[in-house]
Every structure is written in structure tokens, then in C-alpha cells.
């Protein structure tokens, strides 16, 4: 099997594993600099496939892997090579449309445009169906697809680098090699003699196979492996063949990616009959990991990590696998991987100077049928939650029961087998009363109890009842119509997206009469995309500063207690370590942020993660080491984790909650409301979960000291003046002494609005203490525990409505989950409250918010900032009111939306209010009432798998909600080579702002871009910066920008008019010349009004709104819970556009991102509050194939904004609420199976959708087996819902 170029997580690749390989990263691929972009590049950039840049070029790597191999490949083929790659912004439509241009199935080498079809708004009358490649319908033509592939560069395959020769001459990597260095050796056999002679010499030895298990164990745990054995270059070990008896060989070293190609191929060569175990290893390995850890990852890995949720093992237990067992003592064994195999938790029958050295997977006989089954959290690239697998033998005469093995992983402690559950059923007949006896039986063996380790003990049982549920259907079926390929409605691992890919983008063009050179308008690429793409862009980590320090914390492992004692000794002595830092060490303020956030924690921890000290060592791993070894000893407290616990214990953070009241808008006092004079009432309570950042590239700052008491910082923020803050607070230096920069951060989205300054005044006291350099870099694992959340909230609701349907009183109470300090938890609550409305026109609004202080982190800024929350729990109750009194859900919204001029409860009245054409247009975009019959003539004849159409509107105020942060300021020089550069108060997260405000600069200064740049974001450039947040960083900036040009533009123009055929480089240098100053500062300021939130009284908060429309359209299995985005619209009112390309990317990210909050993110907190979603892999955020199939965006058409620079509006944060269509329209697809069950009754869905929540709302015949839970408060759950 030539397999050249694999893909590896270089994070879990040693170096030593690439001993004699040659090793290509993206840098070595193509270049900016020396103007050579690789085909993948440029299409990447030309797609405008990347954002923050972080995560670019590892798709990037991704998809050369595959061209290497396949220089031609087929779109599945793209969808599986990135299977383990993650992008938290773009949304990956933009990424896979780039990828699909190089595949052979794609429709003439790019995607289907939706717009070929019936969708556009125009129908028949569409120009694209009069053959025009624009429409053209007004003065301004509207365009369907952002990118054109016309003239990039075909992929040659003969240009690519080519294989060293003398690695090729010399074959290292198959010599047997070993090395030692730090007291750590690394063997390579080469034969399985000299692996067995080094296994039975060193019987402790660990062996690595693709290092997926212990590279993990490794960094996180610190687990101590002094001496490694890699078996991979063993040739006894990557040898395969098939047996007329027993079926297919596979040596152990053969990587699971090259035994799922081997299975493929067998499958193909061999009856189907025979081989339906292949097959679902097969299935199964598709689903297992992503391709990147499958390139590495071995079956013997998985089986001697005796993970009781591994995918692999269920099959191996029902199929009757064998293994065998090589060693020097005992030479070869052969052992059934069956009920005695695993001893206990991680434990296999694997003696230490063993080795596996291959497997026999059976094959199936003719009258024997073979399933797995799997659900995990998300699709692809997750562990299981539990795992099936199903081996059914039937008599060949009479089809009763020879031989039946179920086997689960995710049950117990260990891969088990239903052995209580199959006992008798020899003889039986496949019918109604075994189905109801086996799931009975195994109700009673695979009993959780309510504690249980890994938690959803309800959950986990049902899919066991499930699973059986769909091998029982399946072989049903295939033994009544004997159609081998009914496989649809139960397939086993979750189904793959069949549907073909499709998206639009419609936008309108600048207007013809537009200066060929004025870029506003128009859908360039990002000012950074080609530098992501080349892995050139430089982010704060990459700066080398010489005799640099690295730091990390020592953490707590409580939530809540006193600190007893520190010990740091053993740390200490630890070679590399420099120093031990903590409170007593900070020479200024010891609490920041708010005043309220201890840099160090002094005496008392106040959440799990919360930093104590920090180890100052000469490397970043000799840092985490010795951090690891220090032992800090805590009195444990009872902790306040939940919103519940809070309010019982009346911890808040505002004694005093706030309040709206639009009442007060026309009179002095809130009067006092009967609610029984109301004709229809609802009143409930809705809970919607936190969400992870999940930026890609972590926490992390460089500081610089400098003399006298100066200090130079780098640090990955969105607002530099606070980071300058923060340190000046906690070094007691003045501001001025402190620059702060940053170039760009990989990803940001609320979570380096605040936070960044905690982890650079850390740094800075080290600096100051030791005189030199610090760099801190937080691992995701510490900065998801260290860093708060978006805030969790719990909303208690009252709303009447009359008979019509007409909104009458709504009353609401707010509690957010804020953590230990206040952070930004007053600014979100209020921005929740002020969107609780959302798109409706209540007759009276009376809101409250009660901040809940607890002991997790401090929960802060998250796009939308509060928004979404809001607008779910009016969401929530109009699905109420509509499910409890039957009205028509569209209609009763249509008649509710707010009209032009209409004041919102806050008190700001609503201009150029675009709603209802978002959502008429919308509609016809989505082509809603068709589809909605047709998921209706689905749904009435799919008893299993449901479909659900859900149409969601939004409206999404624009401004901070602190008044003076509505400010920002702007520094442009102009050079006498007429290159132009600005500084402004924003910085770049991967939103485009940058690229927006060159656009703004070129058209103000009326030059071309290319003379305009900015280098980065400064507090010694523009001082006292607000955060680059609240989506008005291209408002405000530029503005300021604009205001700066204005000036510049004045200075210039006398020489302009004295020489009007001049170009812009004379001008500058006649000016110059005549000692007029081409250095201008801006300032902007956009509208904002304090609403007075402890009386309720509102006032005109925001300038403007930005508006927007969701359409989606899910497929759950209701079985498992699984999920699958069909369809996605989008309406979107932007004003008008300041660059579409940029727009939309924020539309589609913006839209997945609330998809995963909607869904899939869960945080998951034990009730002694320690975190345990701590990384990718038990944290989901969606994946490229999570994302919709049909993809379609448009940007409203003809809108203007006369609060917005050059009349656009912002759009960072409006459409993540849209994300919520999914959410809903998943409910729609539970209410049609819950109807089928005979449940009509509104039932309360919390958010996220995960599939837990889907399976158990499926309320059915299993879930009514499940034995009940205890009652809240007797029991101690695994999770609590914070
Ligand atoms: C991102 C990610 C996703 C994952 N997803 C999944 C998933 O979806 N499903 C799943 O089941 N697992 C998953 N895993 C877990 C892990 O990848 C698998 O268990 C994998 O099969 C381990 O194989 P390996 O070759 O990498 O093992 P290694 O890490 O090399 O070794 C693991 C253990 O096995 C021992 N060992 C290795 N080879 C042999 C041998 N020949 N004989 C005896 N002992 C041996 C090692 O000494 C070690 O103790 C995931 C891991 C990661 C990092
Ligand atoms: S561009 Fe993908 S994570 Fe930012």
C-alpha cells in the first residue's frame, strides 16, 4: 500500500517518528513573499476562505495530503481529508467551495449555484433564467456568487515538490534506530525479533503505535514515558491477507485510515454476504476520529487502551474477533476479544512484555446479519457516547435464533456484553415479542445508576433500546423483501449527507458610474488572506523575543475554598525553572477588570482553574512541568455552581436588579397588571447553556520590560487600552510608560475582550520582578478552565395575548450565570434584556435581571453579548403561545412585527425598519410554504427520522450600551511617496475590519488601496481605545478614519487645484514641501443614549438595528438524536455593503456559530463545580461537515443606513441569532414525532439541541422503559446544568 503523504497532527507526531521522512508544512508549499502561491492557496484565498487565518493553513495542509495522493479527487474525498479540521469563523462554505474546485465531481470544477434553481426572489422572471450571469432589475445588478475561479491556476501535479532523493536512497525510516537525550530513549526496531528482545528487556517500557492515546496522556496528565518503542517501521507488523476460514488479517501497524482502504477493497472484491463486518468497520472507522488522527492511530492502540468508549471494541466483542499476542517468552498466542478480555477500566489481558501483533476480523455467513451503531456528540471526529454492535445468527431452516451478540460500549466500565440479555433466545423467532423481550432484558442489565461516571444515564440507556430497535427493524425488513440495500431509515453509524453541495450569495454591485478605483463596495479579499493562506501572517506567539522567560500557572483543582499552603519545592528543583510568582509578587494592584479580579488568588479560590502562582521557567513545557508539580493544599468550601443554587442562596452580583419597564416611556409610575383579565396566558421557564470561545488561537502575551519602568506588551486582545489598564493597575506605573500592540489575533469573539489584560499583567509582574521578557501562552486545555463563557442564562416568563393573537403583556425575569466577578455581566444582562422583544411589538414589557454570582469562571463578552439569550426566550414563548392555543406560527409573527417608528419597551424608536421585507423575502428566498409541505408529506410517512422547517427573524442593536465606549480615534500619515498609513482604535480578529477600513481610507483619500496599510493596533498610536466589540468597529473607525482623511484631503487640495493633472504622489510632495503636516488625527462617534436600567426607564440606546431573516431545514433521527442541517436562507439587511465578500463570510460564521450554540456546545460542569469540558475533544464546536449542505445568503437590496459610514451597517454580531433556526426547527422535527406518539402539548426544549435533549424530548415506548430519575437534590448528577 503506497500511501506517500499522510497528514499528522504535528501536536501528536514525535519528532523522533520522523526519522527519516521528509516532513512539509505549509511555509514550504508557497509564499507571499516570493510571490508563489500553491494552487490550494491561492483558490483558498481567492474563495475568501479565511478570516482570523488560524486554523487556514491546516486546512490548507489538509488538502495537499490529499492532491498528493489523488491528484483528483471527488468531493467525499475532500469531506473526509478535513475531517479533523476545525475552523471557528468562516462558517466553511467558503473552504470547501475553494476545495471542491479541485474535484472531479464537481459541477464543471466548482459548486452548483442554488440560483440555477427556483430560488431566486424573482422566480421565473429571474435573469440567470434568461440567460444573463447577473440579474439586472435595477439600476444596481445583483450578483450570485462572490468568487470566480476563471483564472486561477490549473493544478499540475508534475510542479509539486519532489521526494528527497537521498531519504529515498537511503530508506532510514525502515533502519532500526535509537536515541537518548534528557533521560528519555527512543527505540525503532525494524524486525518484530528486535521488538520482542526490547519488549522483553525493557518490559516497561511503552510501545507507540500512532501515539494518539499516550501523546495525549503525555501532555495533559504528564505521564512519565522514559523510554518509547515505536512498532510502526516494523514490516512483520503492517502485513495483511485474507483466510478462506477465518477471514482478514491485519498486522498492527497498519494505521486505521490503511485498514479502512483494505476493507474497502475487500468489500468490493467479496460477496456482500461475507463481508458485512467489514463493512461496519468500515462505517465505523469513517466516523472515528478525523482522518488526520486515523492516519496515525492503530486497532492495537485502541484495544490495549481498553477505552470502555471506544468505537472499535463492540465490534471486535459481537463479531468474535481474535487477536494475536507476540512475545520473546512465549512466542505467538492467539486470545478472542470476548466477555474476558477486559479486566476492568483500561485494563485488556495484555501482559506487559506482549505485544498485539495483529487481529483476525471474521467473516460473516450467509445466514448471520452484522450492524454497529454509534452516537456521539457531533458526527465527525468524536468519541461515542455508547456504541452497539449486533451479531444475529439465524437457523437456515426455519429462521429462528442460533446465535445472538450484543455488545455496547459507553455501559459500564468496560466494553460489555449483553450476555443476561441473549440467554434462552437459541430457537426463537424474530418477532414483536423478542424485540419487546430483548429491550426489556436489556433495560434491566444495562441499568445506569443516576451518578453514573460520564452522566445522561437515561440518555445511554435509551440508546441501547434503540439501537436494538433499528437491528431489529433492519433485519425485519431485509428478511421480509430480502432487499439487501435497505439500509436507509436505520442506518447504523449516523447517515452521511447524501445531498450535493449548493450555496448563493446574492449581493448587489457598486452601480456602474462608481470610480473603477473607489474600493467600497466591493468584495475584495481580505487584507491578510494570502498570508493566511502561506501560514505568512504573523500572530503575537510568533514574535521571538531573545532571552525570553515562559510562564504558567499553578491552578486549583476546587472551586471553592481557602488556600492552606503552597509548596513549591519539588518545582523549584526542576532544571529550567527560574522563579515561583503569586500575590505577594504583584507591585501594584492585586485585583483588576473590575476591581474584583485577583491576578493571583490570595487566601481563597473562587473557581475551579483559578491561578494561584506561576512557575517562570526558560521554556514554555518546563514551565507547564514544574507548574504541575507544585502541590497547593485547599480547605474545600461548598460551591455555588447552578443559577438555581444562586437565587436559593440570594447571591448576586447587582443587590439591586435592573429593570425595563416600557411604561415609563409614557407615564411615571409601572402600574400593577390583572393578569386575569388577559384571554389567553402562558408562563413558563426556558434555560439556554453557556459557550466556549473556542477561539483558535488561545491567551497568550509577550512583555517586554524596557528601562525606567517602561514595558512593551504583545498580547492577543481586543482591546489594547485595557490590557494597558490592567497592567498599569497592577504594576503601579502610569499609562504612558505601557505600549500595548497587536497585529491580529486568531479569533477573538468576545473572549479577548476582557480577559486578555489578566494574563498580561501575570506576565508583566514577572517581567518587572525578573527584568527580563515573559511570554505566556495559554494551553486550551488551562484556558478553558482559566476563562469564562458565554453567560448561561434562565428566563421565568408571563405572556398574554388576546384571541387574535396580538401581544399584549409580557413579564420576564432574567438570571444570567455570571461566575465569580462582575467582568462584562452587567453590559450582558442589559443587552438581554433590551432584546428580549426581538422583532415583536408587545403592548407591555416589564423585564428584570438578576446577575447570579457562583463559583465558576467569570462568565463574559461572547458575540451577540447577551442578544441571542434574550431573543430565544421570546422565541421559546412564541412557540408556546402557538402550541398552547393553536395559532398559525408565521401569521401570529407577521402580525406582531414591529412597524417604522415604533418604540421598542427600552425607548428607542425604530427607523428604516427592514423586518418584514427580510422576511418576505426570506420566504421566497427559502421557497418556505413548499418545503414546508413537503417536510410535512415526509414527516407522515418517515416514522423514525423526522424533518423540521423553521423560519427565525432577528434585530440586533448597534452600539455599546456604555455610552462613552461609543468612541473611537484614528492616525493617518501620509508619506511623501504618497503611501498612506493608518492606525485606528479597532485591531483584526478575522472580521474583516482592516480590509474595511483600507477601503474607507482609499476612497477618502481617493488613491488605491494598494497605497493604504495598516500595521497594527497601538496605545502609543491611538490612546484610550474602546474594545473592538459590540460589531461597531468599522462604524466608529471609520469614521474616525474618515474624519482624519477629511483633514488631510483639506491640507491637500490647494495643490490639487493648482495642479489638477497631478497625480496623488505630487500632491503629497508639493504639500510636503510646503511644510503642511500629512499627519492627521480622526475621531468618531456614534449615537448611544443611557437607558436608566435601576428604574427601567428607557431612552433612544441604539443609532440603528441591523435586521435579518433564517431559514433552515434539519433531518433528526429520533432514535439517537442525531442531527443534520439540510438547508440554510439567510436574508440579511446590511445597508449597504462596505465589502459583500467580508459581510457574508460574517453572516455564514456568524450563523454556525449559533448553530453550535443552538446545538452541539455543551459545557459541562460537575456540581462541585470543576470544569470538565477542557478541549476539542470533549468540547464540540460544528465541523465542515456539519455545516448546511444548500447554503444561501442575500443581502437585503436597496438598504441604506444613515447612521453607518457610507451608509452600511455592522454585522459582527446580528446574524448568530439566526443560528437558532436549526435549534427550532429541530423542536418542529421532535414535536412530529412526539404528535405521532399521540403528545400534541407544548413541551419545554432547553437550548443546546444536543442529542440527549432530542432523543429524550422523543418521548416513546423506550423512553418509557426507562427507569425514573431520583428527585433533583438526592442524587449527585455526573454534569449540572449551570
Ligand atoms: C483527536 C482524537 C480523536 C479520537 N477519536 C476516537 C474515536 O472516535 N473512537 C475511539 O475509539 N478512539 C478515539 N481516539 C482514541 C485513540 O486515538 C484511539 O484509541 C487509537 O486507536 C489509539 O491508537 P494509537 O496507535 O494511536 O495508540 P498509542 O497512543 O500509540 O498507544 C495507546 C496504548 O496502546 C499501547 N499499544 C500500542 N500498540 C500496541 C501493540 N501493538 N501492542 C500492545 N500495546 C500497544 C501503547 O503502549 C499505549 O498504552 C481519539 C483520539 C484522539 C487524539
Ligand atoms: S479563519 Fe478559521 S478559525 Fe479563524
Known sequence: MAQNFILVNACLTPVCSVFGKAVTTVEGIGSVAKKRLHPIQERLSVAHGSQCGYCTPGFVMAMYALLRNKPKPNMEDVDEAIQGNLCRCTGYRPILEAFYTFTENAENGTLKNSMNGNSCPMGEKCCKMNGNSKCNDTDRKEATKLSSFENVKEYDETQELIFPAELKLNKWHRKSFYMTKDGFTWYQPNSLEELLNLKSSYPNSRLISGNTEIGVEMKFRFIEAPMAINIKQVPELREYNLDNEKGLYLGMGLSLNEVKQLMGKYIAKLPKQKTQIFKEVQDMLYY???????NMATIAGNIATASP??????????????????????????LPIDENFFLGYRKPSISADEVIKGIWVPYTKPNQFFRAYKQAQRREDDISIVTGAFLLELNENDNTIENLKISFGGMAPVTKLALETVKNVKGRKIDETLLEDISNKLTDEFKLPPDVPGGMPQFRQALTLSFWLKFYNEVSQKLKDQNEDNHSEMNGVSSRHEEKYHFTQVFAEVPETQNPIDPVGRPIMHASGEKHVTG???????????GCLHMAYVMSNVASGKILEVDTSKALLLPGVVDYIDHTDVPGQLLIIHNDTPIFAKDIIEFHG???????????????RAAALVKVTIEKDQPIVTIEQAIEKQSFLNQQPYYIHSSLLEQNSVPEYDWSQYEKVVEGQIRIGGQEHFYLETHNAVVIP??????EVISSTQCVSDVQRDISWALGVPRHKIVVKVKRIGGGFGGKESTPGFFAAGAAVAAKKLRRPVKIYIERFDDMAITGTRHPFLFDYKVAVDNTGKLLNFDAKCYSNCGFSFDLSKGVMERAMVHIDNVYKFENVDVCGKLCKTNIASSTAFRGFGGPQGMFCTETIIKHIVEKFGFDENKLREQNFYNEGDCTPFGMHLRQCNIRRCWDECIELSNFEQRKNAVDEYNKKSPYVKRGIYLIPTKFGIGFGFKQLNQAGALVHVYTDGSVLVSHAGMEMGQGLHTKILQIAARCLEIDISLVHIENTATDKVPNTSPTAASVGSDMNGLAVQDACRKLMERIKPFKEENPTGSWKDWVMKAYVNRVSLSATGFGIIHSEAVDFFNGKGAELFGYCVYGVGCAEVEIDCLTGDHKVLRTDIVMDVGDSLNPAVDIGQIEGAFVQGYGLF???????????????????NYKIPSADDAPRNFNVKLLKGSSNKMGIFSSKAIGEPPLFLGSCTFFAIREAIRAYRMDNGLNDYFRMDSPATPERIRMACEDGITKKLPKLPEEGTYNPWVVNI
Request: aromatic fraction near 4%; charged fraction near 25%.
Open 288 to 294: 472515528f476520529a478525523g482522518k488526520h488522527v486515523r
Open 309 to 334: 468508549i471506544s468505537d472499535l471494541n463492540p465490534i471486535w466483542m459481537a463479531s468474535c474477533a481474535q487477536i494475536i499476542l507476540a512475545s520473546k517468552q512465549h512466542g505467538e498466542k492467539i
Open 536 to 546: 505568512e501572517a504573523i500572530y503575537s506567539t510568533d514574535i521571538q523575543v531573545a
Open 610 to 624: 483559578q491561578p494561584i502562582g506561576a512557575i517562570i521557567a526558560e521554556d514554555h513545557e518546563t514551565a507547564r
Open 706 to 711: 524596557g528601562e525606567d519602568d517602561e514595558i
Open 1159 to 1177: 446545538t452541539m456546545e455543551e459545557l459541562k460542569v460537575r456540581p462541585d463545580g470543576i470544569r470538565l469540558t477542557r478541549g476539542p475533544g
